[in-house]
């Protein structure tokens, strides 16, 4: 409409000859017809959200933005199960593997001896958690949690984007 790339909103003439033919006959007192206020507002609405994701779209990539989705999905995750959860979880994973490479002679045993060692390290896990809850330390261990998760998390994405051989997106 305008010039230099910026929309404007339409006027009220433009925006009868919009509703006309595009079959919304507001203004017109139609029956499921919106008011010229309502149609110029939801314009307005758009436009700013336009404007809103331009900008932010020049101040991050897609990369980021999933990145930053993937993380503070990973904080909330953290922040339910806490510092204590995550650690025992994690150290279940590896001891499990651990154990299950050292001692199991095929696949049935190798899953059971995993399962096992993880399902055990858990159990311990909660009741320890239920513990620090019992004496007041569950916020702290929930704030913990989510810092480990983001850390942890964060680690893993570091990790496939140096196997995918993207570097320097960070960088400003």
Known sequence: MGGGGEEKCPTRREAED????????????EEGGESEKQFLHR?????IFRKFAQTFGQLMGWIEIGIGVILVLA???????????????????????????????????FVAIM??????????????????????????????GALFSVAKVGVVIWVIMKLAGIEGWWEL
């Open 18 to 29: 919009i509703a006309s033919n595009d079959g919304r006959g507001y203004g017109k007192g």
């Open 43 to 47: 314009k307005a609405k758009i436009k």
């Open 75 to 109: 904080a909330v995750q953290g922040w339910r199960q806490g510092m204590v959860v995550q650690v025992i979880g994690l150290a279940a994973v590896v001891a499990g593997v651990w154990l299950a490479m050292e001692y199991a002679q095929g696949t049935g045993m």
């Open 115 to 144: 399962v096992g060692v993880i399902l055990v390290t858990v159990l311990v896990g909660r009741l320890t958690r239920g513990m620090l809850r019992l004496v007041g330390l569950g916020v702290f261990d929930n704030i913990l």
